[in-house]
C-alpha cells in the first residue's frame, strides 16, 4: 500500500512511516518502512508505534494524515500504556495466541494496552484531516478490529478487556490490571476523519468463484467470516462436502465450496507440535473425510504465513492419510498434538508462497469431483 501510495503521488509532498513484519517490506519511495515482530511485537514494534505517534504529531488543519491498515498491524506496531513494559505485553500476547481467544477478542484486549490503538492514533493527528485506506482480515471486518483500530473509534472500553482477560484465564499481574482499570476509553472519530475497505475476504472468495466458473465447478461460498475451533470447522466443512458428493446438497458436484475468516486452535498445557489454524483445519477434514475420493481441498493464509509457519497453508488429496501412515505418522495423533505442519511437511503437500504483501485473512476450497 505504501508503495501504490508514493507512486500513485510523484508530485505531492509526501512523507511517512510504515511498519509490517519480518521478510514482507518493499521498497516504498519517500517512505519509510520498519519490519517488525509478528505475532508478537518486539522492540522493533515498540519502536514503530513511538515513530509513528511522533509523525503525526504537531500537523495543522492542512495537513492530511492517510493511514495504510492491515491486519498484523496489532502486533507490529505496539506501544504499551504507562507504566506497563513490553515485555509484559509480550507475555499476554503469548498468553492471548494459546487461548483459543477469537482475532476481535485479541485485539480488544490489545486495544486497551496501548498508547496508539483505539483511535489514540487518530487523536494524536489532530486537527490534521485522517484518512484510512483498510485491508480487512477479520470476520465481518469490522474496522475497529483491523490491525485494533489505532485511526477508527473504539468500540469496547478497558472494563471489557479485563472481563475478557478472566474469562478466558490470561495470567496478568496487579500491575498490569491496575493500568487496564487507569487506561482511558479510545476516542471517538473525528468529523474530519473517514474511513474505506479497500479490500477483504468477500472480494477474494468472489474472485475465487469466478476461477471456478471458469474452470466448469459450480462454486458455493459458505462465508468470509467463519470463526470456531479449526479442527471442528475441518470436521463441519467434511459433512458439507459429503452432501454435496452424494445428495447435491446444497449445490451439485463438480463444485468447489469456499469459505474465509480465522478460526482458532486452543492449546492446551501440555504444549504443541508445529501448526497454523489452516493446516490442523485441512487435517482434521481429511480425517473426517477418512480418504472420500471425491475429494480435494487447499486452506491457507492469505498473507503466505499460516501462524507462525513458513507455509501458507496445505492442500489434501484423496489418499494423505495413506501418505502420512507410508511415511511413519499418525495423523490423529498429530493432529491431537498440533502437529500438522509436520505431517504435511512429510508428504509434501506444504503450500509455501513466500510473502504475499496482502492479508484477506484465511481462504478455504474444497473441490468436490463426481
Not at 504507562?82 to 487461548?99: G, Y
Not at 483459543?100 to 480488544?108: D, F, H, L, V
Not at 500438522?340 to 504483501?357: E, H, N, Q, R, W
Not at 496482502?358 to 469431483?369: E, F, G, H
Request: hydrophobic residues 45%.
Amino acid at each position: 500500500m505504501a508503495a501504490a501510495l508514493d507512486a500513485a503521488w510523484p508530485d505531492v509532498d509526501v512523507s511517512g512511516i510504515v511498519s509490517t513484519r519480518y521478510g514482507h517490506a518493499v521498497q516504498a519511495g519517500r517512505i519509510r518502512v520498519i519490519e517488525a515482530g509478528h505475532p508478537v511485537p518486539n522492540d522493533s514494534s515498540e519502536k514503530a508505534g513511538r515513530q509513528i505517534l511522533e509523525a503525526v504529531s504537531g500537523l495543522s488543519p492542512d495537513d492530511l494524515v492517510l493511514a495504510l491498515i492491515s491486519g498484523g498491524g496489532s502486533a507490529t506496531m505496539a506501544l504499551p500504556i504507562e507504566p506497563l513494559k513490553l515485555a509484559e505485553k509480550q507475555d499476554i500476547t503469548h498468553q492471548l495466541l494459546a487461548s483459543g481467544a477469537t482475532i476481535r477478542e485479541m485485539n480488544i484486549v490489545r486495544t486497551h494496552l496501548s498508547q496508539v490503538k483505539g483511535g489514540k492514533l487518530a487523536a494524536a493527528a489532530r486537527p490534521a484531516r485522517v484518512v484510512t485506506l483498510l485491508i480487512s482480515d477479520v470476520p465481518g471486518d469490522n474496522p475497529a478490529s483491523i490491525a485494533s483500530g489505532p485511526t477508527l473509534p473504539c468500540d469496547s472500553s478497558p472494563a471489557e478487556a479485563l472481563a475478557l482477560i478472566d474469562r478466558i484465564g490470561i495470567r496478568i499481574s496487579d500491575r498490569v490490571r491496575d493500568a487496564l482499570r487507569a487506561s482511558a476509553s479510545a476516542v471517538p472519530l473525528a468529523g474530519d476523519s473517514s474511513y474505506k475497505i479497500i479490500a477483504s475476504a468477500a472480494q477474494a472468495l468472489e474472485a475465487a468463484a469466478k476461477t471456478a466458473r471458469k474452470l466448469g465447478f459450480t462454486p458455493v461460498i459458505l462465508g468470509d467470516s467463519i470463526e470456531g475451533e479449526s479442527r471442528e470447522v475441518g470436521r463441519a466443512m467434511a459433512a458439507t462436502a459429503k452432501s454435496v458428493a452424494s445428495q447435491g446438497k446444497p449445490v451439485s458436484a463438480p463444485a468447489v465450496v469456499l469459505s474465509g475468516g480465522e478460526t482458532t486452535v486452543t492449546i492446551g498445557a501440555e504444549g504443541a507440535g508445529r501448526g497454523g489454524r489452516n493446516t490442523e483445519f485441512l487435517l482434521a477434514l481429511a480425517l473426517a473425510l477418512d480418504g472420500d475420493s471425491r475429494v480435494w481441498a487447499l486452506a491457507g493464509d492469505s498473507d503466505g504465513i499460516d501462524g507462525t509457519e513458513d507455509a501458507a497453508g496445505a492442500v489434501i488429496s484423496p489418499d494423505i492419510l495413506t501418505r502420512a501412515r507410508n511415511a511413519g505418522i499418525d495423523a490423529l495423533d498429530a493432529l491431537q498434538r498440533h502437529d500438522s505442519y509436520s505431517l504435511f511437511a512429510a508428504t509434501g503437500d506444504l503450500v509455501i508462497t513466500g510473502p504475499t504483501l496482502t492479508n484477506v485473512n484465511d481462504i478455504r476450497i474444497v473441490m468436490v469431483r463426481t
